[in-house]
């Protein structure tokens, strides 16, 4: 088809030693189930009306497929990649109803996916990035025993995320952002004990985070964000000491902070909790986070007043604290606002505020006001031409002098006076 673009996604499976592949490579099989799964999902993109088994008995051997690729594992022949459109003239075509866009960076893949893409037990890699895929994910991606990473981001799958992928035991990544999934969060993805990346941001999912979700300890990225999870922090994100990132925000999770021991993750770097409605205090066990780079508490209920602690962190380059009810002094130092700049934020905490003595106008935090007892004591000294009855101010003029003294001079003199007029 005129203008389509070539690699509609690549496959990888575990592969065996070159060197026995080339010695086995022509007396090697392939199972039933593996033809099959390759057969069937061909069909699925390039039309029903493809028939291999006739033309192609053996697509890895003696009648290769133009676009499939095999590598022999345990004197087997299993598939490894398959690239489907005009990549050469031989290639396999793309059905008719088939819409590709021109972009590289988007192989165009619409409809279904294929269950029968389950029927490869040996696959490694499954990306199908960035199409315009409907519908659910297939369970048969539960059999996938050996796969690694499952990324199916932005498209447009629905339904829940199939409880089958807590078989998955091997997996390290699994990005399902950026689609219309809905339904809870499987208690069973906390057997993925190997899974480093969990991202499900922009979805549709709710209900409550499941307990089991710390189980998962090997995780070092954890992206919820943009869902509709609710019900509070779960204590077993304390055993996650792997976490290097958290990212919650545009959840209404609510609770509170205290709820989790901050100290235990302690190499995490990343912390956004914003848009949550949390309540309650900031807790010092967040002062404890070393390797943390950046925190987001913005638009939240928090109260009391943020520890001055939080400015010692040795690497902290963001932290975000504006939109809620945050009370009392800042009590952070004059190099820490002149160092931060915007990237602290504190604004729109109506009770909030930063001692004059501590900083100059030039270093204050952004659209935080002075403390009023301060700026009424700076009123009162200019409204007072006199402090007390030793030192007076007006018009620039000082006067100095023991109580009493000057009135007693000028008395003196007045008298004086008085009777030379006399004489």
Request: aromatic share 8%; glycine share 10%; proline share 6%.
């Amino acid at each position: 088809m005129e203008n389509k673009r070539f690699l509609v996604f690549v496959l990888f499976v575990c592969l065996g030693s070159w060197s026995y592949a080339q010695e086995g490579a022509e007396a090697a099989p392939m199972e039933k189930t593996e033809l099959d799964a390759l057969f069937s999902a061909i069909q699925g993109f390039v039309g029903n009306s493809w028939n291999g088994s006739d033309l192609y008995p053996d697509p890895c051997g003696w009648t290769p497929i133009q676009g499939v690729s095999c590598d022999i594992f345990d004197g087997l022949w299993y598939v490894t990649a398959l690239s489907i459109g005009p990549t050469h003239e031989n290639s396999l075509a793309c059905a008719p109803n088939a819409h590709f866009r021109q972009q590289l960076s988007n192989a165009g893949l619409t409809g279904k996916i294929p269950a029968s893409l389950g029927s490869l037990p040996n696959l490694q890699s499954l990306i199908l990035l960035q199409n315009g895929l409907v519908g659910e994910i297939p369970e048969s991606f539960g059999d996938l025993i050996r796969l690694k990473r499952l990324v199916l981001s932005g498209n447009s799958l629905t339904g829940p995320i199939a409880p089958n992928l807590g078989r998955l035991s091997e997996l390290l990544i699994l990005d399902l952002s950026r689609n219309f999934l809905s339904g809870s969060l499987p208690p069973c993805l906390g057997n993925l004990s190997s899974l480093l990346k969990l991202d499900l941001s922009d979805n549709k999912l709710g209900g409550v985070l499941p307990d089991e979700i710390g189980d998962m300890r090997s995780l070092t990225l954890l992206d919820l964000s943009n869902n509709s999870f609710y019900g509070g922090l779960r204590r077993s994100f304390e055993k996650m000491n792997s976490l290097e990132e958290i990212i919650l925000s545009n959840n209404p999770i609510g609770g509170e902070l205290k709820n989790i021991n901050w100290k235990t993750l302690r190499n995490l770097m990343i912390l956004d909790l914003s848009d949550m409605g949390l309540t309650g205090d900031i807790p010092d066990s967040l002062s404890e986070l070393k390797k943390l780079r950046f925190l987001g508490l913005s638009r939240n209920n928090l109260t009391g007043n943020p520890s001055p602690e939080l400015a010692s962190l040795p690497f902290v380059s963001a932290i975000y604290l504006s939109g809620n009810n945050l009370s009392g002094d800042l009590k952070f130092s004059e190099e820490f606002y002149g160092k931060m700049g915007r990237r602290f934020g504190a604004w729109d905490n109506p009770n909030l505020c930063y001692p004059m003595g501590m900083v100059t106008a030039n270093s204050a935090p952004y659209g935080v006001k002075p403390c009023e007892e301060e700026e009424e004591e700076v009123i009162k000294l200019t409204e007072k031409p006199f402090s007390n009855g030793n030192v007076a101010v007006s018009n620039g003029c000082s006067w100095v002098g023991v109580e009493g003294f000057w009135w007693k001079f000028v008395g003196k003199t007045l008298t004086m006076m008085l009777l030379i007029m006399r004489l």
